[in-house]
């Protein structure tokens, strides 16, 4: 589609936005490409259903972690209920440096099974530097201070797998926890959520009834609905690019408002199948390093080098600091606010935001830069709100669809916040989320811009907000949108009100 002019603060490197391709077919047998790539087909899932058999020259990898989890496949206690895996691996030297067997060519080669072995050593970092924090939870103890030392062992193969595969060394929720953590229990009944089962997990997670497969698997649940969502938004950019009709337009907008439904329908799905009274029970293992107090002076990452690369010397250990698991890093949302341009205020909370985007496969970060530059060179958000082609009935239809596609932004994210306040704030103290973000303001600072977003646009469509409305009333977008924006007004005033209460009984 030819150059664009970038925000930089969406990739490091914008002259990877020259070009960018969306995959028509995923490729799920291509083993040369990476495990995640965006397409029309599987959207931000990864190309093919991940990887589970390691090769054997993992088998003390897989032993471990088959071990591990508070409570086994089988029923039996693992190492994490005595708090034993740190012993495992410091006192009993069940684990060797697997680092050189990651460079043979086998295994080189694949770049799905790299990301397996990315995903498996992820889950071991986390369980091992957290593992102190889980016992003192156990005891109804503040968290207190993780293992602030990750051996050679487990850094310098997370940190060869990550470099290769493009992540972070530490446990990303695309790459490792979630979207490359399914497996099906018969393959040939595809991604519904009844045949999906945990490859790897921390406490109980591996019967498919408990509260931690379905906090995992609920989110697999909603991307496997990403699919459409690209396909939408990439033929929306293509018809504006492309001066085609806006009736063409409109429709990519319906598929994106679709996606966007089917989406949130199974978001709903989370408090049925992961009980927000057992949330914290797992949440422990997914924290990270940055902004966290279990881990004040960040994590000494033997044989690892200041660029999070493997050092040349066994023996070079270097602090660094990583965000934790979060699902504000999926990309079905953030793909929203890039395509709809909505305004972000100017605050700390922001640049949280801007620096989570790091937390993401490479592939996700460039697609969501070049649909921001792209949406934005093209004026996307002009045309949709009316400049350019189609009579006043289908730009109408246009602006009552670009509403529609805010508010099923606004519906997730307003659940996404009382997921927050009933999982979280009301059983924990603990300042700030897994990803190192502040728990009451945060969500709230990304919910409000939408709400405001939604008011500026229904006010410049319909000439000012209507008067009291009763009966048969209703302004020319039509009494749904007006039902919406009434709503939305109301939202407004509780958000801020419930944001207020918190801060002030925390004193935040």
């Not at 002009?382 to 246009?398: H, I, N, W």
């Amino acid at each position: 589609m030819g150059s664009v002019i970038v925000d930089e603060s969406f990739v490091s490197d914008p002259l990877l936005l020259s070009s960018f391709r969306v995959l028509d077919d995923a490729c799920p047998n291509d083993t040369r490409l990476p495990a995640f790539m965006v397409s029309k087909t599987r959207g931000f899932l990864p190309r093919a259903d991940p990887v589970v058999e390691l090769p054997a020259v993992f088998a003390p990898l897989e032993s471990l972690l088959e071990r591990m989890p508070v409570k086994r496949l089988d029923g039996s206690p693992g190492l994490l209920a005595e708090g034993k895996l740190g012993d495992a691996i410091l006192k009993d030297h069940l684990l060797p440096d697997l680092t050189d067997a990651i460079n043979e060519p086998e295994v080189r080669a694949n770049l799905p099974l790299l990301n397996a072995l990315y995903r498996d050593y992820a889950f071991l970092a986390s369980a091992f530097l957290l593992e102190p924090c889980h016992m003192n939870f156990l005891k109804g103890k503040p968290y207190g201070l993780g293992r602030d030392v990750l051996p050679a062992c487990v850094a310098r193969p997370i940190a060869r797998t990550a470099r290769i595969c493009g992540f972070k060394p530490f446990m990303e929720y695309a790459g490792s926890y979630a979207l490359f953590n399914y497996r099906l229990q018969d393959p040939g009944k595809g991604l519904q959520y009844d045949n999906l089962r945990l490859i790897r997990a921390f406490e109980h997670g591996l019967d498919p009834t408990s509260s931690e497969a379905g906090f995992v698997l609920v989110h697999v649940d909603m991307v496997r609905n990403s699919g459409p969502l690209v396909a939408g938004t990439c033929d929306c950019l293509s018809v504006v690019e492309n001066q085609q009709s806006r009736a063409a337009f409109n429709q990519g907008l319906a598929q994106v408002a679709g996606a966007l439904t089917r989406i949130n329908s199974v978001m709903e799905t989370m408090w049925a199948k992961s009980r927000p009274e057992q949330y914290t029970s797992f949440r422990t293992f997914i924290f990270g390093i940055t902004s966290q107090s279990m881990f004040p002076d960040g994590v000494a990452y033997e044989g690892v080098g200041k660029d999070g690369f493997e050092a040349a010397s066994p023996d070079t250990k270097t602090r660094l600091s990583f965000r934790g698991e979060s699902g504000a890093n999926d990309s079905m949302v953030p793909l929203m606010d890039a395509f709809l341009q909505i305004p972000m205020p100017d605050t700390p909370l922001t640049e949280i935001l801007k620096d989570f985007r790091q937390y993401r496969p490479s592939n996700h970060r460039q697609f969501l830069a070049y649909v921001h530059a792209r949406s934005s060179q093209l004026g996307v958000k002009d045309f949709a709100l009316g400049e350019g082609v189609g009579d006043d009935t289908e730009k109408r239809e246009s602006v009552r669809l670009w509403l529609q596609i805010l508010n099923q932004v606004r519906d997730f994210r307003w659940r996404h916040w009382c997921f927050g306040k009933e999982y979280i704030l009301k059983r924990t103290n603990h300042p700030t989320a897994t990803g190192g973000s502040p728990i009451i303001t945060w969500l709230p600072n990304q919910l409000k811009a939408v709400l405001l977003e939604m008011q500026a646009i229904y006010a410049e469509a319909t000439g000012g907000e209507p008067a009291a409305r009763t009966g048969s009333a209703k302004t020319k977008l039509g009494e749904d949108i007006d039902d919406i924006m009434d709503m939305v007004r109301r939202q407004s005033v509780t958000l801020a009100k419930e944001v207020a209460r918190y801060c002030e009984e925390r004193g935040v």
